[in-house]
């Protein structure tokens, strides 16, 4: 069922003016005859169209402000970086692990500067054979 209105009753449905309407029609928006609409093919018109875009420069204006936000944090941490009080993750992690290399290489020669004394040289091997494997398990962030 087709509902066919004038101009005036279009734009008073839409709440717009004539002169919109036009623009509209410049647009896309589809039109019967001069002054006269199908209601329903205008609403569907406007409904893809200008309902649709305005979402779509919505959703854009929000990604804009995503975006902005994630160059200013970027920028807040390159200069907390720049100061000193902010390390890079890669240069902490690298660093952990030099001292977990160096502490293991440090464990495994304490048994050969105990060598005078067996058997502070045999109990020292297995507890520090011990430490060596309770951390070396795979546990939190290192499971990963």
């Not at 309407?21 to 002054?35: A, E, F, H, I």
């Not at 609409?37 to 569907?44: E, G, I, K, M, S």
């Not at 993750?89 to 067996?118: C, F, G, H, M």
């Amino acid at each position: 069922m087709e509902i066919v209105v004038n101009s005036k009753q279009a734009a008073e449905f839409f709440g717009v003016s004539r002169a919109t309407l036009s623009d509209w029609t410049r647009q896309g928006c589809p039109k019967l005859s001069y002054g006269k609409w199908n209601l329903q093919a205008v609403f569907r018109w406007w409904s893809d169209t200008i309902i649709s875009s305005s979402e779509v420069r919505e959703e854009l204006q929000r990604e804009r402000l995503r975006l902005q936000k994630a160059k200013a944090d970027i920028g807040e941490m390159e200069a907390t970086e720049m100061k000193g009080s902010l390390i890079r993750r890669d240069e902490v992690a690298q660093e952990l692990v030099n001292r977990v290399y160096t502490l293991k290489s440090d464990l495994l020669a304490l048994p050969k500067r105990l060598a005078r004394w067996p058997e502070a040289k045999e109990i020292s091997h297995k507890y520090v054979i011990q430490l060596l494997k309770t951390y070396s398990r795979q546990a939190g962030v290192f499971a990963k």
